[in-house]
T-cell receptor, first 116, second 113 residues
Framework: GAGVSQSPSNKVTEKGKDVELRCDPISGHTALYWYRQSLGQGLEFLIYFQGNSAPDKSGLPSDRFSAERTGGSVSTLTIQRTQQEDSAVYLC??????????????FGPGTRLTVL | AQSVAQPEDQVNVAEGNPLTVKCTYSVSGNPYLFWYVQYPNRGLQFLLKYITGDNLVKGSYGFEAEFNKSQTSFHLKKPSALVSDSALYFCAVREVGYSTLTFGKGTMLLVSP
């Protein structure tokens, strides 16, 4: 079946602009995660959704970052007033049951964000 | 707090030779352990996981990993490397009762012909 999809695959924006990144999880997966991958920082957890609620937002680096999930499916990560240090690959993952289960997280291909 | 260490930035091995990519972890309780592989410009692909039971876990593409509780390690192994195994490998841990994965920095595996 279809895996996790993300769009756009690449995004180039100017410093100070807002961007929206989209994630479509595997159908039926209730848990959804956002991570950021950057040189020197490795893979960082950003936020976790269970259904439409976000019990763990501890990884969001600043209040410029926000995310929502609607209908228990698609999620959007929004970065306001982008800065050059926001340049990274943003990865989305989903798992079948709650984040507390033993289920595997499956990752999408990522969105490469470049802030000029 | 949970953490993972991958002590090698890069591992070089000749095709046909066995390979090992090292991973050690730190958790307060019991761990769930995972290995993922990332090919250039691609997302992470799941290889295998340890949840409980047999310490030797077999996964995709002929990879296996051994959970060693006393050494807090979960090294990834393959008996005979292929050039196509060249990629970036990530070890990850999730402590029982927590919802998020913590990843190591990654190890680049280069398999030469």
């Amino acid at each position: 079946g279809a895996g996790v999809s993300q769009s756009p695959s690449n995004k180039v924006t100017e410093k100070g602009k807002d961007v929206e990144l989209r994630c479509d999880p595997i159908s039926g997966h209730t848990a959804l995660y956002w991570y950021r991958q950057s040189l020197g920082q490795g893979l960082e957890f950003l936020i976790y959704f269970q259904g439409n609620s976000a019990p763990d937002k501890s990884g969001l680096p600043s209040d410029r970052f926000s995310a929502e999930r609607t209908g228990g499916s698609v999620s959007t990560l929004t970065i306001q007033r982008t800065q050059q240090e926001d340049s990274a690959v943003y990865l989305c993952a989903s798992s079948l049951r709650t984040g507390l289960s033993t289920d595997t997280q499956y990752f999408g291909p990522g969105t490469r964000l470049t802030v000029l | 707090a949970q953490s993972v260490a991958q002590p090698e930035d890069q591992v070089n091995v000749a095709e046909g030779n066995p390979l090992t990519v090292k991973c050690t972890y730190s958790v307060s309780g019991n761990p769930y352990l995972f290995w993922y592989v990332q090919y250039p410009n691609r997302g992470l692909q799941f290889l295998l996981k340890y949840i409980t039971g047999d310490n030797l876990v077999k996964g995709s593409y002929g990879f296996e990993a051994e959970f060693n509780k006393s050494q807090t390690s979960f090294h990834l192994k393959k008996p005979s490397a292929l050039v196509s195994d060249s990629a970036l490998y990530f070890c990850a841990v999730r402590e029982v009762g927590y919802s998020t994965l913590t990843f190591g920095k990654g190890t680049m595996l280069l398999v030469s012909p």
